[in-house]
């Protein structure tokens, strides 16, 4: 008897990035630098209330977001992580058989969602120089297209997309489409020609900005994240999140997180410091490793990239490889990068 989605059997799982005791772990794009300030204090503080449920509506995050970002609070919708949000815009856009148009590579999860949501996943090859080909995705959409995704910095190549053809692909998509602008790693990006999705193109009614506070904001391990879209969009989304998934601790250490913004900032500069140093030393060793706007660099290693991942081990460093194609690696503190770029040396 099968009593499962037939479909499932040939779906990939998300495969996340390996945690070996004793090595420094530089695969999942986390921040190295511990909770910002305030944060465990509040998990504590929150977890006197934990036999009660939590906020249904997230209100008090979203209040907050609303405050800092400039928006009301009614076009904002809080979850499990950006991923979540991901899977829920998802699913108050696309009926079996809808398609979702998204370059590839990126996030990973994307196929996984789109699966399981019932859509049919339409991948756009990256460009040679491992970016979004946007002419191309523009082309792919067809009456079919319910939804398009755009990571930004890309994951896992970690290049950017800047305005000019951020706003000529819009233009080219239409109002009919939605358009993700999944902004994950938004604030490692240092080039002024990198628009801010939410700023920028947020008044366009079918333009999602996807966030999360995961990464720079260092939540990783209690999954927050949150979409601002207009209206009724995120009315939508909020109708087809899981009740409760944003728990207590969650939105506690959320609204602590985002008093530290001016820590979260000088964190990230250092981060965005190290990036630097890592990819020049790449270069230097040979390697053609395309600019990053995230906290990662891309290793475009084709049939090499489980070795290399297999080498770095070795030298106590565990990064993420995709098969096939790359290795992405998490900057992390200067010595573990040293530790990292020492293996890189002796393998190449």
């Known amino acids: 008897m099968n009593l499962t989605r037939a479909d499932l059997a040939a779906l990939p799982s998300y495969v996340p990035g390996r945690t070996v005791p004793g090595s420094i772990k530089l695969a999942s794009n986390e921040v190295p630098y511990g909770p910002l300030p305030g944060v465990v204090e509040a998990i504590v503080e929150a977890a006197q209330g934990v036999h009660r449920y939590p906020d249904l509506g997230v209100v008090a995050l979203r209040e907050k977001l609303s405050a800092r970002l400039g928006v009301a609070v009614d076009r904002i919708a809080a979850g499990c992580g950006s991923v979540a949000m991901t899977e829920h815009i998802m699913r108050a856009t696309c009926l079996p058989g809808d398609e979702v148009v998204y370059s590839w590579r990126s996030f990973e999860a994307y196929p996984i969602i ?196 297999e080498t770095c081990e070795q030298a106590g460093v565990i990064v993420r490889p995709f098969a096939g194609d790359g290795v992405r690696v998490t900057i992390g503190t200067p010595e573990e990068n040293d530790t990292f770029l020492n293996a890189a040396e002796k393998a190449f």
């Open 114 to 309: 789109a699966a399981t949501t019932g859509a049919t996943s339409v991948r756009v090859p990256n460009t040679a120089t491992h970016e979004h080909d946007l002419p191309a995705m523009a082309a792919a959409v067809t009456s079919r297209t319910k939804l398009v995704i755009v990571c930004n910095p890309n994951n896992p190549t970690g290049t950017p997309i800047r305005r000019a053809e951020l706003r000529e692909f819009l233009d080219a998509v239409g109002p009919e489409v939605v358009v993700v602008l999944d902004e994950a790693y938004r604030e490692f990006v240092t080039d002024a020609d990198v628009p801010d999705g939410l700023a920028e193109f947020g008044d366009r009614p079918n333009v999602v900005v996807l966030r999360t506070l995961s990464k720079a904001w260092g939540l990783a391990g209690l999954r927050a994240g949150y979409l601002v879209a207009q209206p009724e969009v995120a009315e939508a989304v909020r109708k087809v999140i899981t009740p409760f998934s944003t728990n207590i601790a969650a939105q506690a250490a959320a609204l602590a997180a985002l008093d530290q913004e001016e820590e979260m900032a000088r964190r990230a500069a250092l981060v965005v410091a190290e990036r630097s140093r890592v990819r020049d030393t790449l270069l230097k060793l040979g390697q053609d490793i395309p600019e990053s706007q995230a906290n990662f660099v891309w290793l475009p290693l084709g049939d090499g990239s489980t070795a290399f991942a």
